[in-house]
């Protein structure tokens, strides 16, 4: 796979304050990259830097080998972005907003804005004023207007913020499309996990400035290895049998529950040892492990000590 | 660029304010024939058979007061008489009579009264072109696009420039065919006299009234180029258009107290934007020329405009 944007050991100080350390991180083609982290954490500033709206105190961020901060208009052309809400000139209709847009780019064509109106679904409404737009409405406005110049990366910011059920899906969809069918790479960033897992290949945690994880998501949600939670009547019980046969298994126990790490193949063999020891069960689930423990794992372990930092928004 | 211009002149025209702007222009210059129309039915044009007479009557006056005072007499009054004298003199070697009778040339004249609104709309478009785009928040998504911030910048300036150049075309568009309508055009061509550096010329009457307003003009569009400065500097369009609207107000008369007292009242925006002082009037502070004021708005303008795109291009976008 080849890689689009190169973000290289970029950092960014203002006013002394140091509100992006050296992160590096890279996006390939065909993938959508999950950006991470609590409010104020760095990623909004991070996405501004890499649309070049603000200035990199030191690194740089490459796009298809172009630099951001001496070749922006090279770089920039390669990608559609919102940053943000997606702020459209309300007292235009959606279609003279995207004239205006397509104006500011080379080559955008009357047929290719009509079939993007198309793609994002706003053709009943789109010669109407965006003033009279829902938020969702807007949302594919802005995503339309991403669209245009035919860009390789995409880059959206808090891409489902205010959005309903129906609108983040159509957002995922739309996304998960546009990488897989067009092999764009898309740069998304949010602070809801949920959301992240269903929509992206990797995941960026970024908090107090720094990068402090990047990782498949497949790596948590799709591994070998889950945690279980069975309950029994007896689990002091269970956990030494358990300990029997397997001496290294961190089994945790809460009241009549135990939690325990274990590969989907071997439960079927454990119910057995259970019932042959006269073990009453009542139920044994997967307790799918989500981003957002894994998450708050991580931002708690890497960035406890600096707690105190406050936020730069 | 003539995309990004085509960009900026549709945000402007698809406003309703911009219609509220051009509307009130033509409603003021409506109203103003309406009642000069009303006034000048009431009294003809005086009996003018006595005119020369007349003349050299006055200037005789002027020259006896300029003779009393002596050493005493202020500059400005000294210049002010001896510019009377000389085209009174004209008038009466060439038979120019100056009972002219009130015609559209007149009218176009009197509305030019107008342009200060010009000015006014033309700041408020130009404070807000900028800062708008902030409080919008579509500098976001403006800027992100293949192009410099230079060029879209300087196509937003070139939009000011040319929306005020459009309302001075309307404005005097409409005062001209509202004054023939009204007043009718004159039979002969009237010349119009000016005095520059001591000696009387003529002018024709359109030639002239077009320098007049393109004179007149020179205020407002320096004025918008600082309301423009300000709103790219301060991304706040209140502040750019309070504060242009105040100096066009106050800064004239401002200038002109600091100037009785001080000299260097002469380095102000104020004391030289006004460029009709050296055709029709006297210079605010002795000494001061043609060519020292257009070079004063000139570094003005340069300032304001280096200031601007210095600090536009150099802006980290975060709000």
């Known amino acids: ?313 | 660029m003539t995309g990004l211009i085509q960009n900026e002149w549709m945000k402007v025209f698809r406003r309703p304010g911009t219609y509220v702007m051009i509307g009130l222009l033509l409603i003021m210059t409506t109203v103003a024939g309406a009642f000069i129309k009303y006034q000048e039915s009431g009294g003809t044009v005086p009996d003018n058979a006595e005119w020369k007479r007349g003349l050299q009557t006055q200037n005789e006056s002027y020259k006896k007061q300029l003779e009393e005072m002596g050493e005493t007499v202020p500059r400005d009054m000294k210049e002010q008489y001896q510019r009377e004298i000389a085209l009174n003199e004209y008038r009466i070697l060439h038979d120019i009579s100056p009972n002219e009778e009130y015609s559209v040339w007149g009218f176009v004249s009197d509305t030019s009264q107008l342009i200060e609104f010009a000015g006014l709309f033309t700041i408020i478009i130009a404070g807000g072109i900028v800062a708008s785009e902030f409080s919008w928040g579509t500098i976001k998504l403006l800027l992100i696009r293949p192009l410099k911030r230079v060029k879209i910048l300087g196509a937003k300036y070139i939009t000011v420039i040319l929306f005020g150049l459009m309302l001075l075309a309307v404005l005097f568009g409409y005062s001209a065919l509202l004054g023939g309508l009204l007043f009718g055009f004159p039979e002969k061509a009237v010349p119009y006299l000016y005095y520059y550096n001591g000696t009387v010329e003529e002018q024709s009457m359109g030639f002239h009234l077009i320098a007049y307003y393109g004179l007149k003009s020179i205020n407002m569009l320096m004025l918008a180029t600082m309301a423009f400065m300000i709103s790219a500097v301060f991304r706040n369009s209140s502040l750019a258009i309070g504060l242009s609207l105040f100096l066009m107000f106050m800064g004239g008369q401002v200038t002109r107290l600091i100037a009785m007292k001080y000299d260097w009242a002469k380095y102000s925006l104020f004391a030289n934007t006004d460029l009709l002082q050296y055709f029709e009037g006297v210079p605010m502070v002795q000494g001061m020329t043609l060519g020292f004021s257009i070079i004063m708005i000139a570094v003005y303008f340069l300032l304001f405009q280096a200031l601007a795109f210095y600090v536009f291009n150099k802006r980290d976008v975060s709000a």
């Not at chain 1, 990199?56 to 630099?67: A, E, Y």
């Not at chain 1, 290949?201 to 720094?210: A, L, S």
């Not at chain 1, 989500?290 to 794992?297: I, M």
Request: proline share 3%.
């Open chain 1, 1 to 313: 796979m080849d890689t689009l944007v190169e973000i290289q050991d970029v950092t960014k100080v203002i006013n002394g304050r140091t509100i992006i350390d050296s992160v590096s991180f890279e996006v390939k083609k065909g993938e959508v990259f999950g950006f991470l982290g609590p409010n104020g954490a760095g990623k909004t500033t991070t996405i501004r830097m890499l649309v070049g709206l603000i200035s990199i105190t030191s690194g740089d961020i490459k796009v298809l080998g172009s630099s951001i901060s001496t070749d922006f208009e090279k770089a920039v052309s390669q990608i559609g972005a919102i940053v943000e809400n997606p702020e459209m000139y309300k007292f235009l209709t959606g279609y003279q907003n995207l004239i205006h847009y397509a104006r500011m780019s080379k080559g955008v064509t009357k047929e290719k804005i009509d079939e993007t109106v198309e793609l994002v679904g706003l053709v009943d409404r789109i010669h109407d004023k965006v003033r009279t737009y829902s938020l969702g409405m807007r949302q594919r406005l802005g995503l339309a207007q991403c669209l245009l110049h035919d860009p390789q990366i995409l880059i959206l910011d808090e891409p489902t913020n205010g959005l309903d059920p129906a609108g983040i899906r159509e957002i995922r969809d739309h996304l998960r499309m546009l990488a897989r069918e067009r092999g764009m790479a898309v740069i998304v960033s949010s602070h809801l996990l949920s959301e992240m897992e269903m929509m992206c290949d990797r995941i960026g945690i970024i908090q107090n400035g720094k990068l402090i994880d990047v990782q498949h998501i497949s790596d948590f949600v799709q591994g070998k290895e889950k945690v279980y939670e069975a309950e029994v009547d007896d689990p002091a019980k269970a956990q030494r049998l358990l300990k029997n046969k397997y001496p290294e298994l961190p089994v945790q126990i809460t009241e009549n529950r135990m939690l325990l790490p274990l590969v989907r193949d071997s439960i079927p063999e454990m119910i057995k040892d259970f019932v042959q020891a006269d073990i009453k069960i009542f139920a044994v689930r997967e307790v799918t492990k989500t981003l957002e423990d894994r998450f708050l794992e991580v931002t708690e372990y890497k960035g406890g000590a600096e707690h105190d930092r406050t936020d730069s928004k």
